[in-house]
């Protein structure tokens, strides 16, 4: 599952949804879900906070509504904020944020929600309701990247790269050759930031690198 990429290097970050049985045994699976979507659109800092707020958000539907409740989820971009989706067809269960006591059994899901997402509410319609939270995120734009400085640094790099044809000899006096090996390893460390922003595993990259390098003559 990866992130689909614009012609100008920018992740297209599509609207997704899963239609499901709402179950208490499916929501370990869709938390694995969210974690592996998250990481496919280079958003690992709102992997926990986003699993959290799928499972309250479910075992909302079915503790409220009934086991078995045809339900859908939903992950899509809100500006730069991660927003989660979960509908069904119950318009009249509202969800109500109440204070609960600390030995309370139940009750501490939309607290959780409250909590933890930047904000949430409820949408009606003629025959669903959506209840969703939003998660805020260091993006710049929806199809942005996260990352900070390395990554800029990274993709400045690898513009660079496109528009270099070919390397100038540098000084090799043992000086420059240090400094060099520090900009060496500062540019690996960005590129595996860079991998890492756009949904691929820094260990998979390299060790398909290492191969490639001692492959080459």
Request: proline share 6%.
């Amino acid at each position: 599952m990866e992130g689909d990429m614009g012609e100008d290097g920018c992740m297209i970050r599509r609207p997704w949804e899963l239609p499901f049985a709402a179950e208490a045994q499916e929501v370990a699976g869709l938390r694995r879900i969210v974690r592996l979507h998250l990481k496919a659109w280079g958003l690992p800092r709102q992997m926990g906070t986003a699993q959290l707020c799928v499972s309250e958000l479910v075992s909302n539907v079915v503790r409220h509504v009934g086991p078995g409740t045809p339900t859908s989820l939903r992950l899509l971009m809100n500006g730069t904020y991660l927003r989660i989706e979960v509908r069904d067809p119950d318009c009249e269960n509202l969800p109500t944020l109440i204070a609960a006591t600390p030995d309370a059994e139940s009750g501490r899901g939309l607290a959780l929600v409250d909590a933890m997402a930047d904000r949430w509410g409820v949408l009606l319609g003629s025959d669903r309701k959506v209840t969703w939270c939003e998660i805020a995120t260091d993006l710049r734009t929806p199809n942005g990247h996260t990352g900070g400085t390395r990554v800029t640094r990274a993709e400045a790099m690898i513009s660079l790269y496109g528009a270099v044809a070919s390397p100038r000899a540098i000084d090799a006096s043992r000086l420059a050759v240090a400094v060099a090996k520090d900009a060496a390893i500062d540019v690996i460390v960005d590129l595996l930031h860079w991998m890492g922003a756009h949904g691929y595993d820094p260990d998979d990259v390299l060790d398909i690198a290492t191969a490639r390098f001692e492959s080459c003559p």
